[in-house]
């Protein structure tokens, strides 16, 4: 118990850092802009708000500019369902990703999301 507490605020104060030390967001062309809005509609993140792994998605995301809708795992027993009964595993943090054929992938592991994200939008 004192562990996870520990855990919890450490997190919590590197969520905060995380906050006071981002980059600029990436500047587009409103129509590139757009087109990125459109293709981030197929992605979501599902994420602990205070997990570092996940900090360093967000981080990313934000500095290519790369709205994804979030779902907090521990805050949402709906998401975590969704996550395990879909995904296969209660670990985060992973990027749903939706096809335009209809098909769908569940990526773990932050570095391979990462690395995902900035071949997909790094360039838009």
Known sequence: MILKAFRNGLGSLIAGVD???????????????AKVDAAAASLALY???ACPFCIKVRRVLHTL??????????????????????????QVPCLHIKEDDGTERWLYESKAIIQYLETRFADE
Do not use: M, W, Y
């Open 65 to 90: 500019n790369v709205p994804v809708a979030l779902h907090d795992v521990n805050k949402s027993p709906a998401a975590e369902q969704v996550l395990i009964q879909k995904g296969g595993k209660r």
């Open 47 to 49: 994420q602990f708000h």
């Open 19 to 33: 906050c006071l030390t981002r980059p600029a967001k990436k500047q587009r062309s409103p129509e590139a802009q």
